[in-house]
């Protein structure tokens, strides 16, 4: 027998956290540590009231209009919101479909819905924030996804979206003979001065917080290596355009020469970076440029084309990127949080975060880069990534203390994002 409608609709709401509830509810937070974006401490309360923090500290005293729910988070450490710096939530492992396939054969509808159930998966696992840098051929369908998590209709984190990206024309793919339907190419194709500024335009336009442009890609005589696209004047351009409208560019590169470029054209952030130079490093030093290494992607990649890890020899991406992050630390770039995940699994955020550590970085220091300096970074400082009075109450608390094991950040028991719990599993 067939279930009914309804029955089918309640069982996904009861699996389904409540995200509907009032927001000008009171809490009063009590875990066993707050990790405020910046320092850990302990006796410490975190006071939330509506969509924003109202008070942290040893004492905090709730309004008297409003009766406080206390929330006890014993054995946890409670921290903002982590963000994700590097996401597509329009992609899937390439483990289970490759990218070209995903990008050439799967629906627009198929491709929204996955990013339904990636969205929540990534806010459970406690990442209230992602900056989504790219579409790959989905065209605009990050903008209408990110709208549906503003008006509550699905959970998910908080949206920093890049839509279409930009590439030099012919350098990216899939590469296929079909160019029928331009949009099924994995990014928008623009040259030279007008067509850039044109191109820049339309995704602002169409609502892009960020460009994102590829500064380099795979498409020299070897196509196993990556070589520059855009001159320098055109990424000049690209900045001018979108700082004009007070946003921010990135770049994906991962060549010496393509760091270089892009960091000369003041982007504000490199993506991958494989290989970083003393000297590049030392010029976005200068510049106040970023570095999102995206150690997670190189992994999961190798893992897919056979590679075993604590078994078989590093591979030469992976030692490249090992040292280029080494280089990076040595020289106090300012490096952000960020996987690429979509290359790997939604929900696993925390895997680039251990890789991180095990590169070389201080637990407390990919905590600082995956909360206060991914905020500040990407301009929205003022508003996530630290607890502190007058920001967003985004909150998480997990088991354990991850700035002495890294890997108790994925023991999520709680998450509120905008003042609103998605997520309850603490010790009653």
């Known amino acids: 027998m067939k279930k009914s409608l309804l029955s089918i609709l309640l069982a996904i709401w009861a699996v389904l956290p409540c995200f509907s509830q009032q927001t000008d509810t009171v809490y009063i937070l009590q875990p066993d540590r707050v990790f405020d974006g910046e320092n850990m401490h302990t006796g410490w309360q975190v006071l939330v009231q509506g969509h924003h923090i109202l008070a942290a500290g040893e004492t905090v005293t709730p309004p008297a209009i409003a009766p406080a729910r206390t929330i006890r988070l014993s054995g946890a450490t409670l921290l903002p919101g982590l963000i994700e710096g590097h996401s597509h939530l329009l992609l899937h492992p390439y483990s289970e479909t490759k990218w070209d396939e995903q990008v050439m054969n799967e629906s627009s509808a198929e491709r929204v819905a996955r990013a339904v159930v990636h969205a929540q998966k990534t806010l459970l696992a406690g990442f209230t924030t992602v ?53 099924n190419r994995g990014a928008a194709e ?27 890609y795979r498409w020299g005589p070897d196509k196993n290596i990556s070589q520059p696209t855009f ?4 990424l000049r351009t690209v900045v001018a355009v979108a700082s004009s409208t007070g946003r921010k560019v990135v770049a994906h590169a991962s060549t010496t020469e393509g760091m270089r470029r892009a960091t000369l054209a003041g982007i504000s952030t490199i993506e991958h970076g494989d290989n970083g130079t003393e000297e590049v490093f030392d010029l976005m030093l200068k510049n106040k440029t970023a570095y999102c290494p995206t150690l997670a992607a190189a992994e999961a990649t190798a893992s897919y084309d056979g590679w075993r890890k604590g078994i078989d020899p590093d591979t030469k991406r992976i ?30 955020n925390a895997w680039e975060m251990e890789l991180m550590v095990e590169y070389g970085m201080k637990p407390i220091d990919v905590l600082r880069s995956a909360t206060s300096v991914n905020a500040d970074v990407f301009g929205y400082g003022d508003k996530i990534g630290r607890i502190r009075k007058g920001l967003y109450a985004d909150l998480v608390a997990v088991t354990g203390n991850p700035t002495t094991a890294i890997s108790t950040i994925r023991q999520t028991v709680f998450v509120m994002k905008d003042g609103v719990v998605y997520l309850n599993n603490a010790q009653r």
């Open 131 to 183: 900056r989504d840098l790219g579409t790959e051929g989905a065209g605009y369908d990050d903008v209408g996804l990110k709208s549906a998590i503003e008006k509550g209709v699905i959970p998910g984190p908080r949206m920093i979206i890049a839509t279409r990206a930009i590439v030099a024309t012919g350098s990216y793919g899939p590469k296929t003979k079909n160019l029928s339907n331009i949009m």
């Open 190 to 216: 623009a040259d030279g001065v007008d067509g850039l500024i044109k191109e820049v335009r339309t995704q602002i336009g169409n609502g892009a917080d960020l460009v994102k442009v590829y500064a380099d």
């Open 231 to 234: 001159t320098l004047d055109e």
């Open 319 to 348: 030692a490249t990127k090992k040292k280029s992050f080494a280089l990076a630390l040595q020289k106090g770039v300012t490096i952000c949080f960020g996987g690429d995940v979509g290359v790997f699994s939604h929900g696993n």
